[in-house]
């Protein structure tokens, strides 16, 4: 009977580990979606061009893969990002939706499905969270009263006039992060996006634009660096969606393939994925990640051959 007793034990502590969720493989994720950064616009691109993106892609997991749900429009496509369901499941089906067309498979009490925010606050009530964003649309979707902090301010014109710089946007970001040390923080740009409508996917101007977000991703690891997080954290890039010429939502491509790059503690690195890659599986990861449990209805999964 005594043999038993460790197999016992053993037994009810998985089973109580099950319940309460994973162990966190890093104690923060930090998630930077760019809207409208085709993958093709990477392929294109001197990698002397994105240092900063191709240094995570060498010390991290990649693809230049992943595609977009349909149609490849933004809140169609964040909505998956967020709360792991593919179109037909959460019900956007325009760029701009707030609410589905038909009724979500599930329900946060708010009209809009549970988000990788919702998780993180009802399974681990103390992670602190933040979320900032340029364009509101976002906002309507990411359950932002699920979150610690969040902030919206515009940083364009739909005419693309600057309000304010990027690099003072990414300093809100850089700022937040070295205070409050997030166990999750969502920076979203919308400028490259802007840039494609009005000049044109891969154009000169979009091109630069990435450039410009390149380094404004190298503030924010040198700000991880400085708040001593660096070692403790993973960075995911990724998008909703590309373009062709100036527009989106068809089923190219082009407008379809977007990268997904994640880099950092415990992450193999230098390695392609190996699976085809979808929206809906980006919030899987990050919960894998951060240890949460993956609700029952998503339907992205973790990757475990990412680890080292």
Same mark, same amino acid.
């Not at 930090?30 to 409208?36: H, N, T, W």
């Not at 002397?48 to 693809?63: K, V, Y």
């Not at 503030?219 to 890039?237: C, F, P, R, S």
């Given at each position: 009977?005594?043999?038993?007793?460790?197999?016992?034990?053993?037994?009810?502590?998985?089973?109580?580990?099950?319940?309460?969720?994973?162990? !966190?493989?890093?104690?923060?994720?930090?998630?930077?979606?760019?809207?409208?950064?085709?993958?093709?616009?990477?392929?294109?691109?001197?990698?002397?061009?994105?240092?900063?993106?191709?240094?995570? =892609?060498?010390?991290?997991?990649?693809?230049?893969?992943?595609?977009?749900?349909?149609?490849?429009?933004?809140?169609?496509?964040?909505?998956? *990002?967020?709360?792991?369901?593919?179109?037909?499941?959460?019900?956007?089906?325009?760029?701009?939706?707030?609410?589905?067309?038909?009724?979500?498979?599930? #329900?946060?009490?708010?009209? %809009?499905?549970?988000?990788?925010?919702? *998780?993180?606050?009802?399974?681990?009530?103390?992670?602190?969270?933040?979320?900032?964003?340029?364009? #509101?649309?976002?906002?309507?979707?990411?359950?932002?009263?699920?979150?610690?902090?969040?902030?919206?301010?515009?940083?364009?014109?739909?005419?693309?006039?600057?309000? *304010?710089?990027?690099?003072?946007?990414?300093?809100?970001?850089?700022?937040?992060?070295?205070?409050?040390?997030?166990?999750?923080?969502?920076?979203?740009?919308?400028?490259?996006?802007?840039?494609?409508?009005?000049?044109?996917?891969?154009?000169?101007?979009?091109?630069?634009?990435?450039?410009?977000?390149?380094?404004?991703?190298?503030?924010?690891?040198?700000?991880?660096?400085?708040?001593?997080?660096?070692? #403790?954290?993973?960075?995911?890039?990724?998008?909703?969606?590309?373009?062709?010429?100036?527009?989106?939502?068809?089923?190219?491509?082009?407008?379809?393939?977007?990268?997904?790059?994640?880099?950092?503690?415990?992450?193999?690195?230098?390695?392609?994925?190996?699976?085809?890659? =979808?929206?809906?599986?980006? !919030?899987?990861?990050?919960?894998?990640?951060?240890?949460?449990? %993956?609700?029952?209805?998503?339907?992205?999964?973790?990757?475990?051959?990412?680890?080292?």
């Amino acid at each position: 009977m005594r043999s038993f007793l460790p197999i016992f034990v053993l037994l009810v502590l998985v089973a109580c580990g099950t319940q309460k969720g994973n162990i !966190p493989k890093a104690k923060h994720v930090v998630f930077i979606g760019i809207d409208g950064w085709a993958a093709e616009a990477v392929r294109r691109a001197p990698a002397e061009d994105l240092p900063n993106i191709h240094a995570l =892609m060498e010390h991290g997991s990649w693809t230049l893969s992943k595609r977009s749900v349909m149609p490849s429009a933004s809140a169609i496509n964040w909505g998956s *990002i967020l709360n792991g369901l593919p179109t037909e499941m959460h019900g956007f089906d325009k760029w701009n939706s707030t609410r589905g067309t038909i009724p979500s498979t599930s #329900d946060n009490g708010q009209g %809009i499905p549970p988000t990788i925010f919702t *998780i993180l606050r009802e399974q681990r009530p103390d992670a602190v969270s933040g979320f900032l964003h340029d364009w #509101d649309g976002i906002g309507a979707i990411a359950d932002t009263l699920a979150t610690s902090w969040h902030y919206f301010i515009k940083t364009y014109t739909s005419t693309d006039d600057v309000i *304010i710089p990027v690099q003072d946007y990414t300093k809100i970001a850089t700022d937040y992060i070295k205070e409050n040390k997030p166990a999750f923080f969502f920076l979203y740009y919308g400028t490259l996006d802007e840039a494609g409508h009005i000049r044109g996917w891969y154009t000169d101007e979009y091109m630069e634009r990435q450039r410009t977000l390149d380094k404004n991703i190298g503030l924010v690891v040198e700000a991880l660096k400085e708040a001593g997080m660096y070692d #403790d954290t993973v960075i995911i890039l990724s998008a909703d969606h590309g373009g062709v010429d100036k527009r989106h939502g068809g089923f190219t491509l082009l407008e379809m393939e977007t990268p997904l790059i994640v880099s950092g503690k415990g992450i193999k690195e230098n390695f392609e994925f190996p699976l085809p890659m =979808m929206q809906y599986d980006v !919030p899987a990861i990050i919960a894998d990640i951060l240890g949460l449990q %993956i609700p029952a209805d998503w339907r992205g999964r973790p990757e475990p051959q990412i680890y080292k």
